[in-house]
């Protein structure tokens, strides 16, 4: 039993009311004999968060992702919610934390005082502004998307619902001083910047390693000139590259050197490792089982260490990157963030010493 839990709920499957040019988990979907389990049931919900919960000691977190989690509608997490007050009846000294990423396109009034009244951490997709959002994020008719997600996204912020933003970098939107400047004027202080990800077995990139390095190290000197004006802004690598270097722990597992079981949720209650590998090889057992038996043998093959490439062994971001996510890992078995570390490690010095020193 873990002190604390985690566990990443897909009430919905794979089920969207966009059609993002990249979405890693649309591609995930035909790459296995069932492409949606449909809307996750009350039933199966309660199995699962009784299911994580029971497994903790001290608290469990719960993301609900998808697709898009709000399809799932109203009445869900409002039952979610009675599910967390009887937890906390019955364990008044447990802590559930809930957080759930969406698109924010489907945000209506109800469903924010819905997510206000369960104390919810809010993730959502935001690609910059509407000319760069609206290239790759649209609707199934082809439409953009960004004026009425960013309208919703201020219904959140409005009734002082944290927020924090994810934005997907491609070649189409890589333009560091304007998605800065974009984030900066409307008061986004939390903010994660991930590379685009290639469909399963493709080498086929959204945008190059090298492109996407250009691009951060620019991020860095942007946040860097906030930081030193007094101005703290979150961004998640950022946050990751000095929590590595002074010691602290990392909250992203990518950055771990070795993969572990996340509790991957699909809407029929059976049981992943991770987001990145919801496919039927890696199926680890059901929450609608009794009892719950998770395959262990499944699971020490996910989490087995694999051997780091010859180019590691003497790189000088090893102990920050750790070779990153295996799905995130190319034909050379290197990270698609490895250049990115590595020149921020060797091209950064006095700011990342500047930090360090005035943060310790």
Request: one cysteine or more.
């Amino acid at each position: 039993m873990d002190s604390y839990n985690f566990a990443l709920i897909k009430p919905v499957s794979g089920s969207c009311c966009l059609h993002c040019r990249y979405c890693f988990y649309r591609d995930e979907t035909v790459n296995r004999k069932v492409s949606s389990y449909g809307t996750m049931s009350e039933e199966t919900l309660k199995r699962a968060v009784m299911y994580t919960a029971g497994n903790a000691v001290h608290g469990s977190t719960f993301l609900f992702q998808g697709g898009e989690p709000l399809l799932a509608g109203i009445s869900f997490y409002q039952h979610y919610n009675e599910l967390c007050q009887d937890i906390a009846a019955l364990r008044p000294d447990f802590t559930i934390s809930s957080c759930v990423q969406t698109s924010a396109y489907l945000l209506k009034k109800d469903m924010v005082r819905v997510l206000k009244e369960g104390h919810f951490l809010v993730g959502v997709s935001l690609d910059g502004p509407e000319k760069l959002h609206d290239l790759n994020r649209t609707t199934v008719n082809g439409r953009g998307s960004f004026k009425q997600v960013f309208s919703n996204t201020e219904l959140l912020r409005a009734q002082a619902i944290p927020v924090n933003i994810l934005c997907v970098v491609t070649k189409d939107n890589a333009r560091a001083q304007e998605l800065w400047r974009f984030f900066m004027d409307n008061g986004f202080d939390y903010l994660q910047f991930i590379k685009g990800l290639a469909p399963i077995g493709s080498d086929q990139e959204l945008i190059s390693s090298e492109h996407f390095a250009d691009f951060f190290l620019e991020i860095f000197d942007l946040w860097f000139s906030e930081f030193t004006k007094g101005h703290y802004v979150s961004v998640r690598m950022i946050d990751d590259l000095f929590a590595a270097l002074s010691g602290r722990g990392i909250s992203s597992c990518d950055l771990r050197g070795q993969c572990s079981v996340q509790n991957v949720i699909e809407a029929d209650g059976s049981i992943y490792p991770c987001d990145f590998y919801v496919l039927d090889e890696w199926k680890l057992g059901s929450v609608c089982d009794s009892p719950v038996t998770v395959s262990s043998s499944i699971a020490r093959s996910f989490t087995k260490k694999l051997s780091l490439p010859r180019a590691c062994l003497d790189c000088n971001a090893l102990a920050v990157c750790k070779n990153g996510c295996r799905r995130y890992r190319g034909s050379n078995n290197l990270s698609a963030y490895c250049q990115t570390f590595r020149r921020l490690l060797s091209s950064k010095k006095e700011q990342i010493t500047y930090v360090l020193k005035h943060c310790l």
